[in-house]
C-alpha cells in the first residue's frame, strides 16, 4: 500500500480487505462517517453512513449509533448482466483515499464479451455542509453497449444490534429520492434524500422495492466516451431540529448540472484551511510525515464542528463498534491535538461532558458514592452504555462478568484533566463558568467519596478499582488512579480558595456548599485528602508498583503468557484470563502516571520504570504505544520513542490491529492512536510544553529528522512553530515560535 504525496492508493482487489478498507478509506465531515466501500457494496461488506451522537436500542442488544439509509448505493449492468465486486472479477482495479482533501474514489475495469467496461467514481462527505454527501459515477466502455445505472438509497443498513428502524418509507418525488426512517426506541426520524443529475441522454425511470428505492438510468454508450452521473445526497434526523424533513428536501433540490464541480472545490477549499494549521512538516522522513497526517485526517473527519456540545467515539465514525460510545479516549488521547489546532471543537468536546453532569451524578449514586462519576463509556445523555457483562466468553458462549463500568474510576479525573488543559492552553475560562467549575467540584466529591481511610496511620486509600490496564481488576491503590484523584482534589481545592464554584443555573457553589457545611470546609476537605492519599513511590530498584501487591505476581514473557492461550479470541483479563494473574498488562499505566507528572519523577526513575513495564505490555489497546513514545521522550530518547510512535501513526494503515474482545467485534478506526501519534510529535518530539501561561519547546528529534514545521493556538494566538535539529556548529537546537496572529 503506498502512502504518499497524500494519498492512499491500492491496486488490486482483494475480498479479505473490505473491512479494514471501510476504515482506512473512511471519509468524514464530523456529522457523519462514510465507510470507504464500494458504490455497489451492501451490507454484506459493512457499507455505512456512521451519524454522529445519535443512538437507538431494540430489545436486549446494546444501544448503538445508527448507520444511515445507504445512498451512495449504484450499480452497473451491461447488456443486462451485473458488474459488481466482489461478485464478478475485475480486470483492473484501484482504489484511492486522497487524504488530502477526504475524497474517496475507485477506478475499476472489467472484461466483458464485447470489450471492456470502465467505471470511475469518487465521493465525498461535504465539509462545507455537514449534511451533504456528494458523489460522481462515470461509465465508458469500449464498445457500443446496452448500459443501465442503478443508483439510490439503500435502506437494508448494516447494524450490529439492530435493525434499528422499524418503519421505513420510500418515495420519489419530482425526482427527488426521499427516504424516512423511523427508529426503534424513541421514534425519532432519519431522513435521506437525493438528486442525480446526467449530462446525456437516457431514459430514467424510477425501481423500488421495500429497502431500497433507486433511479433506473439507461443508456447506449459510444465507444470512450465518458457518461457521468452526479449526486448530491442529504442526511438530516429529529436531532437537527423540526425542520430537519423539509432541510433535507431543499438541500438536493437545487441540485443542477456543475452542482459537483462547485461542491468539490469549496470542499477541498475547506479542507486546505484546516490543514493550514493543522498540517505537520516534517524534513527528512516522509513515511512518518505522511503516517502522522494521515492520522490527523482522520481527526478532522470526526471533529464535531456542526454543534457546541458533543464528544467523539471511540472508533470514531467509522460503525457501531463500542457502540459509539465516548470513553477517556477523547480527553486524554484525542483532545489535545484540538486545542492546538481547532480549540472550538476542543470547548464542544468538554461541553459534551457538562452537558452529561447529571448522568454522571446520577451514576455516582447508584453506586452509593457522591458526586459525579461519569460514564465509562458514554452516550446521549451521559448514559453509560457499559454493561457488567461487557465480554463474551468464547468457550462458553456465556457473557463475562467484567468491572469496566464500576471500576474504572480513573474516567472522572480524565474529564477534569481535559477542562483544565483546555483553560491553561487557551486562556479561556468561560469554559469554567459555563459548567467547568461544577464538574470539577463534582468529580473532587466523588474521589473525596471513594477514600479509605487506614486507622492504623493518617493515610488515604482507593481500593478496588481497574486502572488503565484493564486485564487486572479490582485492584487496591493504582498508582495512575491515585495520583489522578490527587490532581482533582487539589485543583478543586484551588478553585474553591480562588472563588466560590457557581452552579450552571445561577445558584452559587458556594450558597449549595453552603448547605452542606461550606465551601471552605470542602475545600480544605479537598486538600486534606490531596495530602493525605497514599501515592505508590519507586522502591529501592527505583520500580514503581502499578497497584498493590503487583510485583508478587507471575514475573513471565508476554509470548509465555500468550502460549497458554486455548483460544485465539480469548479474553486476556477478568477473573480467569491468562494475564489476570501474571505482571503481563494490556496497556501503558504506570507509563501514562509518569507522562502526565514528570515533575514527580527524577529522568532516571521513568527511564528505569520504562525499561521494566515496556516488556510487561502487550499493547493489547491501540492507546498504549503513544504513552511509551511520550514518556521515552521526557527520558531524553527520542530514537527508543520513534517505533511506538509509528505504530500509534500507522493504527489505521497497518494491519493486525486486535479486532475481538472475546466474541466482540471491536474493529474500526483508532482515533485515540491518531492523537497519540499527534501528541507524541508535536509534544513528545518538538517537546511543545505551557509553563505559567508561555509557551515553550523543548524538543527532542528522531535521529531522521532535521527539522519539524507546524502551527499551534495557544493562549488566543496563532503561532508559526520550527524546531531544527543543531548542526555540526551548533549545541542546542533552533525553535522559532513565531505568532502569526492574534
Ligand atoms: C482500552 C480502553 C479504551 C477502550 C476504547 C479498551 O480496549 O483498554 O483504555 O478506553 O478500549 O478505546
Redesign the pocket.
Known sequence: MKVMNWRIERTGYDQNQITSYGNRFLTGNGYMGIRGTLEEYTKEQLAAVNLAGVYDRVGQGWREPLNAPNPLYTCLKVDGEYYRLPDKEAKKHSFTLDFRHGICSRKTVWHTLRGDVCIESEHFADLCDPHIIRMKYAVKTKFHGDIEVLTGIDADVWDINGPHYDEISLQEEDNTLIARATTHEKGDHVYVTEQVTVDFPCEMKTKSDPLTLQHRICFVTEPEREYCIEKTAAVYTDHDGTQAEFLAGEAVRADHAGAYQTGKRRHCEAWERLWAVAEVQITGDDEAMYALNYSIYHLQCIAPRHTDSLSIA??GLSGQT?KGAV???TEMFMLDFFLYTQPAVAKTLLKYRIDTLPGALQKAKEYGYQGAFYAWESQEGGYDACTDYNVTDVFTGRPMRTYFKDKQVHISAAIVSGIMRYVNTTGDDSLLTEGGYEVIYECARFYYSLLTKRVDREQYEILDVIG?D?YHERVNNNGYTNRMAKYVLETAAALLAYQAIPHRDGVNRQETAGSEGGWQMWAGRFEEAAEKLYIPQPDKTGIVEQFDGYRKLEDVSIEEVRGRLLNEKEYWGGAYGVASHTQII??ADVATWMNLFPQDFAKQIMERNWNYYEPRTEH????SACMYAMLACKCDNPDKAYPFFLKSANADLSDGG?EW?GLVY?GGT?P?AAGGAYMTAIEGFAGIYMENGELKAEPHLPKNWSEMRFHIWALEELYEVCVKRPDELQTSYTVTLHKVSG
Open positions: 471511540a472508533r463500542y470513553f477517556w479516549d488503565p484493564e494490556k496497556q493489547g489497546s491501540s492507546l486486535k474482545a471491536i483508532h485515540a
